[in-house]
């Protein structure tokens, strides 16, 4: 077997995440990161539809775990914040000589002597499970609570979300053979500004197409200066090419990570806690 075949299929997005950031100059959003290493990849349309057995990208959250193992490797910073950055040792490394595989084995190897070491990620599992982090819990629970909902509901949901937003006059028009639309609402942004916006939502467990966009777009035409696609599920890169295409009216988009980020910063249908985890490394000082 070659170093390259060996281990988790997620060790092949190293090389690709630590490109993209020196790219980006050093740090970027997760989604970003993402959605250039997807390019430099050139992971195709129907890979990226792809999902795991709880719903979500299966592309996407390799390259989560891949973050994950560069994190521990000392090549990318632990930060929760949704911004991915390069340690200094990530800035200096020579990717020409980049040993994925040797990454991979030298985390692995640590797991292994660290006392809680079955507390840790286990790479078997990469392929078909979120990452296990205590931040991601609430998250994949709140995902499938909403992926639950009837059609009806989780278009009265996004309604209400938008409202908390700031949307004004925000009515779910529910009705079928219109081109998808589901809703329209108006955003004031001043008193002297405001925009009509249509909405869609998709309760997905995939990833939306371009296509799907441009149909979108399509039926929204003549009728509002701007477009929302909302989902519980991913966009291809294409597709969100698609949304930002100059020349034509441009869509937002929200995909299932974004929209469980929104449900937090407005602490709706979530109660917030305080909790703290114990620092070992500080105390080591302390028993000499």
């Known amino acids: 077997m070659k170093a390259k075949d060996k281990g988790p299929q997620f060790i092949r997005f190293f090389k690709p995440v630590i490109e993209a950031l020196k790219e980006l100059d050093g740090s970027g959003t997760a989604a970003e990161v993402i959605d250039r290493a997807i390019v430099n990849m050139n992971i195709s349309e129907k890979e990226q539809q792809a999902t795991t057995k709880n719903g979500q990208s299966r592309v996407r959250n390799q390259v989560n775990w891949a973050r994950l193992y560069l994190v521990h490797a000392g090549y990318l910073d632990s930060s929760k914040r949704g911004v991915w950055s390069l340690t200094d040792k990530g800035i200096s490394i020579d990717i020409s000589s980049f040993d994925p595989y040797a990454a991979f084995k030298s985390v692995q190897d640590h797991f292994k002597d660290e006392k809680k070491a079955q507390n840790q990620p286990d790479s078997s599992a990469a392929e078909s499970e979120e990452i296990p982090d205590d931040e991601q819990n609430h998250r994949a629970k709140l995902l499938d609570l909403i992926k639950g909902l009837p059609p009806s509901g989780f278009e009265r949901l996004s309604q209400r979300l938008l409202r908390e937003s700031g949307f004004q006059q925000v009515v779910v028009t529910g009705k079928s053979g219109d081109g998808g639309i589901d809703g329209i609402g108006i955003l004031q942004?001043?008193?002297?500004?405001?925009?009509?916006?249509?909405?869609?939502?998709?309760?997905?467990?995939?990833?939306?197409?371009?296509?799907?966009?441009?149909?979108?777009?399509?039926?929204?035409?003549?009728?509002?200066?701007?477009?929302?696609?909302?989902?519980?599920?991913?966009?291809?890169?294409?597709?969100?090419?698609?949304?930002?295409?100059?020349?034509?009216?441009?869509?937002?988009?929200?995909?299932?990570?974004?929209?469980?980020?929104?449900?937090?910063?407005?602490?709706?249908?979530?109660?917030?806690?305080?909790?703290?985890?114990?620092?070992?490394?500080?105390?080591?000082?302390?028993?000499?």
Do not use: H, W
């Not at 942004?189 to 939306?208: E, H, T, W």
């Not at 777009?217 to 989902?231: E, H, L, N, S, W």
């Not at 990570?257 to 080591?284: A, W, Y």
């Open 189 to 288: 942004v001043n008193p002297f500004v405001s925009f009509n916006v249509l909405f869609q939502c998709k309760r997905y467990q995939g990833a939306v197409t371009p296509s799907q966009v441009r149909d979108f777009r399509g039926a929204m035409q003549g009728r509002a200066d701007k477009g929302i696609v909302i989902t519980t599920g991913t966009f291809t890169v294409e597709a969100t090419k698609e949304a930002r295409r100059d020349g034509v009216p441009p869509i937002e988009l929200v995909d299932g990570q974004l929209l469980v980020e929104m449900f937090e910063r407005l602490e709706l249908g979530l109660i917030p806690r305080r909790t703290f985890d114990i620092d070992e490394k500080f105390f080591e000082d302390f028993r000499i």
